[in-house]
């Protein structure tokens, strides 16, 4: 998360940027691949000096980075058997001393290692898929990977993958079945050894591709997978970033980039476009399409770049290019043509990311509630005219009171955070000044982030919206607003639970000279907790709202409480907070009164049934291998499933419109229209507007 440091604390962290640069260690230019040993050493430099929590390098760090590195590399145990494990044993307390060293002895093994079992497990599914499976026999297959365990030998990893295979034939030869019978009698039927062939060359054609994709996974990329599991011993937000990856952050977290305005994919050997932004170069040149795919890339100065069996990740570097330039992208034509495009590179804004609103009718006849939806607290620092959600937040509250709206509600569901400069300032708006949370480092007292802007844009009753994805930055905006007690929170059991504040920085700072080696990347750490006003931390708990509305997690955990190696709960001292500007009456006869219309509701009886069969899913691991038993299992899951699958199908919510002063712009472009005209039908299928909905109604007529 990103935010505007005050000076003091800017200060200490460019202090701290001269005491890295001052204390790091020369390299013996001879050692073997230097650059590896200066980003592994500049890695755990920053993070002993500058994450929240450092941790000591020893034997019971060396095993926890063993255990969850093997745990990502073959999650499911079915590529290394004993015999692998039996290598890399030895490191499993070496760890510590290797990264230290900068040595990746290690990573090399356990890359050569998972590169044979890639070999070795592509012949056992080319060899057990060129023959029928016995689907009459009665066995079962354990897909927990950690209740199973590591096959002995490679005779018991053959056996685990002959099962594997078997289930997942057996789950297409079975919808094949049924998309037969279905049919009808009027289709020509095939036999079951014909559908059963069928379905053993779908699965070995996803896993030729699959496999093709990730063996053009390079050493840099896989080193990257490496470090980060280094890094997310320390907690789970801590990263490392290539210079790609940090540019890709830096786009969703601005939602504007420069380039062509297109979404690329990998299928197959091919760069595969899936989508074209609207209002961007490509979009406004109007040749490529999708489907296109894209075979090479020719840059002004005439350099031809190969695309063809190149990662998605690195042939975007290609494709980008700052606003002006031109590139000439070679193309396939769905009708098998080859075209040269020549785009001009430009600003593409994402406008789905961005604030919007609508008009929505309460209950009550001529109640008018305002619907602000917030994907992220976007803030793009790098543009004097970039967009800012407070910024933009605050102009659709004010078109909204010009429309005279009874309340707001501020939808931050699946909103995962962003600036916290941003939720501040967007926290100003709904009280007259004062403290809006509290932000920790590790060697300092808490900073108090405050609104200091007495004016309050917004003085009416407001809901905020939140699931079990919200995260971060939603969270400082939810728990300030129910502190104060100015908003009521609805939503999931609980928020996301981050509660921790990340810096990025870049790695060629803490290095001296060694300009042969960069540019090395960035490393996001945390630095900071943050902390509500009342002195809890959202972190690992969430936010609880007010009004609990069920959704389909209710009964499994979601967020940062599934991670591993999440920081701790914690609380620090309150700070004094008070507001005039109007609190909520009543909370409890709110609540009582949302409780028994859920109670009484079919719609949310529903949602929980789906909820408790979600759960039930969650926790089945074996399953039946033998055909009449898997149909007998599949059919009562599609049984189960079929009850839930229309349960968003009905418009539920009436009286919906746009802003007067928004439909110029809307009516203006027939593909914003299109985009909007989605918005309102899903916002009238949502049976959590409807329910805050009544409960705002509830607070009109209450208070």
Same mark, same amino acid.
């Given at each position: 998360m990103k935010f505007n440091i005050r000076g003091s604390l800017f200060f200490s962290i460019?202090?701290?940027?001269?005491?890295? &640069?001052? &204390?790091?260690?020369?390299?013996?230019?001879?050692?073997?691949?230097?650059?590896?040993?200066?980003? =592994?050493?500049?890695?755990?430099?920053?993070? %002993?000096?500058?994450?929240?929590?450092?941790?000591?390098?020893?034997?019971?760090?060396?095993?926890?980075?063993y255990d969850l590195y093997l745990k990502r590399l073959d999650p499911d145990r079915r590529f290394f058997t004993a015999e692998d494990l039996e290598q890399f044993e030895p490191y499993e307390k070496l760890l510590d001393d290797e990264a230290l060293a900068g040595k990746f002895d290690f990573f090399d093994l356990s890359l050569d290692r998972y590169l044979a079992a890639l070999e070795k497990t592509q012949g056992f599914y080319r060899d057990i898929l060129s023959e029928p499976f016995d689907f009459a026999q009665a066995e079962r297959i354990e897909m927990d990977g950690e209740k199973r365990g590591f096959a002995k030998s490679d005779e018991e990893l053959r056996e685990l993958w002959r099962k594997y295979l078997k289930l997942r034939v057996l789950n297409r030869l079975v919808d094949k079945l049924n998309e037969q019978e279905e049919a009808g009698e009027e289709k020509e039927k095939k036999s079951l050894e014909a559908l059963e062939e069928e379905a053993r060359q779908d699965e070995l054609e996803q896993l030729e591709e699959y496999y093709d994709r990730v063996l053009k996974i390079n050493r840099i990329h896989r080193r990257t997978y490496y470090i980060n599991t280094l890094t997310n011993l320390y907690d789970p937000h801590s990263d490392y970033l290539e210079p790609i990856d940090k540019e890709d952050f830096n786009i969703r977290?601005?939602?504007?980039?420069?380039?062509?305005?297109?979404?690329?994919?990998?299928?197959?050997?091919?760069?595969?476009?899936?989508?074209?932004?609207v209002g961007g170069p490509a979009w406004k040149q109007k040749e490529l399409e999708e489907n296109d795919r894209i075979l090479r890339v020719t840059q002004e100065d005439g350099e031809v770049t190969e695309l063809t069996g190149m990662l998605v990740k690195d042939a975007v570097q290609y494709i980008r290019g700052p606003k002006g330039t031109e590139v000439t992208l070679t193309v396939k034509k769905i009708d098998g043509t080859i075209q040269d495009i020549t785009i001009v590179r430009d600003v593409v804004i994402i406008e789905e990311s961005f604030a919007r609103s609508l008009i929505l009718d309460g209950p009550e006849e001529g109640e008018r509630v305002g619907f602000i939806s917030l994907p992220s607290f976007y803030a793009d620092f790098e543009n004097a005219d970039g967009r800012f959600s407070?910024? %933009?937040?605050?102009?659709?509250?004010?078109?909204?009171q010009e429309e005279g709206v009874d309340g707001i509600i501020l939808d931050l569901r699946f909103n995962g955070g962003g600036s916290l400069r941003d939720v501040v300032k967007m926290a100003g708006y709904f009280i007259e000044k004062g403290p809006v949370v509290q932000v920790k480092s590790r060697r300092r007292?808490?900073?108090?982030?405050?609104?200091?802007?007495?004016?309050?844009?917004?003085?009416?009753?407001?809901?905020? @919206?939140?699931?079990?994805?919200?995260?971060?930055?939603?969270?400082? @905006?939810?728990?300030?607003?129910?502190d104060y007690g100015r908003a009521v929170i609805v939503g999931?059991?609980?928020?996301?639970?981050?509660?921790? &504040?990340?810096?990025?920085? %870049?790695?060629?700072?803490? &290095?001296?000279?060694?300009?042969?080696?960069?540019?090395?990347?960035?490393?996001?750490?945390t630095t900071q907790k943050f902390y509500r006003v009342n002195g809890g931390s959202t972190q690992l708990r969430g936010v609880v709202p007010d009004i609990v509305l069920p959704d389909q997690y209710h009964f499994v955990e979601v967020g940062e409480k599934e991670q591993e190696y999440a920081m701790p709960w914690t609380e620090i001292t309150p700070v004094s907070y008070e507001q005039n500007v109007m609190k909520v009456q009543n909370l409890e006869e709110l609540r009582a009164r949302s409780e028994a219309r859920i109670a009484g509701d079919p719609m949310f009886q529903k949602i929980l049934e789906n909820a408790d069969r979600v759960h039930e899913q969650q926790e089945q691991s074996q399953y039946p291998l033998e055909i009449n038993?898997?149909?007998? =299992?599949?059919?009562?899951?599609?049984?189960?499933?079929?009850?839930?699958?229309? =349960?968003?199908?009905?418009?539920?919510?009436?009286?919906?419109?746009?802003?007067?002063?928004?439909?110029?712009?809307?009516?203006?472009?027939e593909s914003k229209k299109a985009r909007n005209e989605d918005w309102i039908k899903t916002v009238s299928k949502d049976v959590y507007i409807k329910e805050t909905l009544n409960i705002m109604h509830d607070m009109i007529s209450l208070n």
């Open positions: 460019l202090l701290i940027g001269f005491f890295l &640069v001052s &204390v790091y260690p020369k390299f013996d230019p001879a050692a073997e691949d230097e650059k590896e040993a200066v980003l =592994m050493r500049t890695v755990l430099t920053y993070l %002993d000096n500058l994450h929240f929590e450092p941790k000591s390098l020893d034997d019971q760090f060396s095993r926890e980075f977290f601005s939602g504007r980039l420069e380039g062509i305005g297109a979404t690329l994919q990998n299928d197959g050997d091919d760069i595969k476009v899936v989508r074209i932004i407070a910024k %933009d937040v605050k102009r659709e509250i004010e078109k909204l007292s808490p900073d108090i982030l405050e609104d200091k802007d007495p004016r309050v844009q917004y003085d009416g009753p407001l809901i905020i @919206m939140v699931n079990g994805f919200s995260a971060s930055a939603s969270e400082i @905006m939810a728990a300030a607003m129910q999931s059991k609980s928020t996301y639970g981050k509660g921790t &504040v990340q810096r990025f920085f %870049d790695l060629d700072q803490g &290095v001296r000279g060694h300009s042969d080696l960069k540019p090395l990347g960035e490393i996001k750490l038993a898997f149909r007998e =299992m599949e059919a009562e899951n599609r049984r189960e499933a079929e009850q839930f699958e229309d =349960m968003f199908d009905d418009v539920i919510n009436q009286g919906i419109r746009n802003l007067e002063t928004d439909l110029e712009k809307i009516r203006a472009d």
